[in-house]
């Protein structure tokens, strides 16, 4: 009879072990899908910038692909300068290029040359005019001096800088690739898209090689043209671009460093891809869509 109260009673103890255990069980599920619906974007931001479900041959879910970026992050990842205009920008013309980044040092010596001239030919007017004319002469020589400290004052302020935002590629301990940010200062210009293309074209600086960063920009790739309008920002590279010795994965990546940087301007939403000055449904053998404009949430 004893026998038979313990073993009643050590079932009792163990039924009631497992319902508390199968009610902690529920209250952390519980506690794990409300972390998970309050954080869905940002989890979803995540498998979606290191290109999970792609490493593992899964289909990508529906919500992961329209994922947005979180507004707090993409006011960080803006520049505080416009791009351009929505004009044409043609770089083979390096006649107007040379002209607009002329050397302050340049102008300052034609500045004191045409000054010295000046003061020559007031000296000879002091010699000739009366008396009567010296008053105006200084006065003539005072505006003359007031011109020239205003060519030289233009003349400093081209040298002025600006910072901007680029983007390039780093490889984690894991083996896998993700953007990288990176701030720059630069010599101010008229068209800071078409300089912070270049530079990421170019790839990274000493500093940022030490941070990890790299580039994975085709080599021998040019920006041949740059346009903005209506928030989408049209660049056109040579033949090279369309293809990369790292594959798919380069592709992807080199599209990434170029949207992110040109979408880090206020007024630039989405990049219209051109090769050669066509533009094309798919960039490379891989088959990567540039058939329309791309922007963040395209990867």
Known sequence: MQKKNKSENKKKTTNKASGIGFALWVVAALFILILFILNQNIIANNLKATGFFNKTGLKTPEFVEKAEEPETIQAERKNEVEPIGPVEIDLNSTVEKTTRTASPVKAQNETAKKQQQETIEVAKEKETAPKTEK?????????????????????????????????????????????????????????????????????????????????????????????????????????EFEFNEYGIEGLRGQLQQIVYTATAFPTVEGVQFLVDGEKKEYLGQEGVWIGTPLGRNSF
């Open 135 to 239: 008053a105006k002469a200084e006065t003539r020589t005072e505006k003359k001096e007031t011109v020239v400290k205003k060519e030289v004052s233009v003349a400093t302020q081209s040298t002025k800088t600006m910072k901007l935002k680029l983007f390039f590629m780093t490889i984690n301990s894991n083996g896998t690739v993700a953007r990288k940010e990176s701030v720059r200062e630069m010599k101010k210009s008229d068209s800071p898209l078409v300089d912070a293309i270049h530079a990421v074209i170019a790839g990274p600086n000493a500093t940022e090689e030490k941070a990890g960063c790299r580039t994975l920009v085709s080599n021998g790739t040019k920006l041949i043209g740059a346009s903005v309008k209506n928030g989408i920002a049209t660049l056109n590279f040579s033949g």
